[in-house]
């Protein structure tokens, strides 16, 4: 079952691009409002500002983001800087369900270079519609809001 209310702040750089604009089609299959923070293609971009601008979107409003770049794994490293981010790095659907269930990520990271589109519209849709499964692993989110709250 979906989670009830997710709004998504999707971004991505210039390796992120064109899958980013792919994945709109799950969102909108899905009825998920969503706020593009990258409409245009910027050629040579930098994944760090895309992804510090979505991340302290995604806390301030209570989103969920979606970050595109080419591995991921720049965006999920800078996304993770912002304090409230849990960014997950998803590769299959395993990974994006796993993330959500034990992890309560509030933002995807994927990577345009290392996953085909299928599996791409599949990461996605499973991490929209899989829930935080509480109980121990909310105690361990607890440890890393009180580590971040110094
Ligand atoms: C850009 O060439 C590339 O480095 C970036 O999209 C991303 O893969 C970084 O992690």
Same mark, same amino acid.
């Given at each position: ?9 999707? @971004? ?5 691009? !064109?899958?980013?604009?792919? =994945? ?6 899905? /009825? +998920?409002?969503?706020? /593009?923070?990258?409409? !245009?293609? #910027? $050629?040579? %971009? %930098? ?9 302290? $979107? ?7 983001? &979606?970050? &595109? ?8 490293? *800078? ?5 409230? &981010?849990?960014? *997950? =790095? @998803?590769? %299959?659907? $395993?990974? *994006?369900? =796993?993330?959500?269930?034990?992890? %309560?990520?509030?933002?995807?990271? +994927? ?8 599996? *791409?519209?599949? +990461?996605?849709? #499973? ?6 499964? !509480? ?8 440890? +890393? $809001? ?5």
């Amino acid at each position: 079952m979906r989670e009830k209310k997710i709004r998504v702040i999707l @971004a991505s750089d210039h390796a992120g691009y !064109e899958l980013k604009e792919k =994945l709109k089609d799950v969102l909108k299959e899905n /009825d +998920i409002p969503f706020e /593009d923070l990258s409409p !245009e293609f #910027v $050629k040579d %971009d %930098d994944y760090p500002d895309i992804a510090f601008k979505a991340g302290r $979107k995604v806390v301030k409003e209570r989103a969920r983001g &979606v970050l &595109v770049c080419g591995t991921g794994t720049g965006m999920c490293i *800078a996304a993770n800087k912002v304090r409230g &981010v849990r960014a *997950a =790095l @998803a590769y %299959d659907e $395993k990974s *994006a369900r =796993l993330s959500r269930q034990h992890n %309560d990520s509030n933002v995807l990271c +994927i990577g345009a270079r290392m996953v085909d589109e299928v599996t *791409a519209r599949n +990461i996605l849709r #499973v991490w929209l519609t899989t829930r935080f499964l !509480e109980g121990r692993h909310a105690r361990r989110i607890n440890k +890393i $809001k009180e580590y971040e709250r110094g």
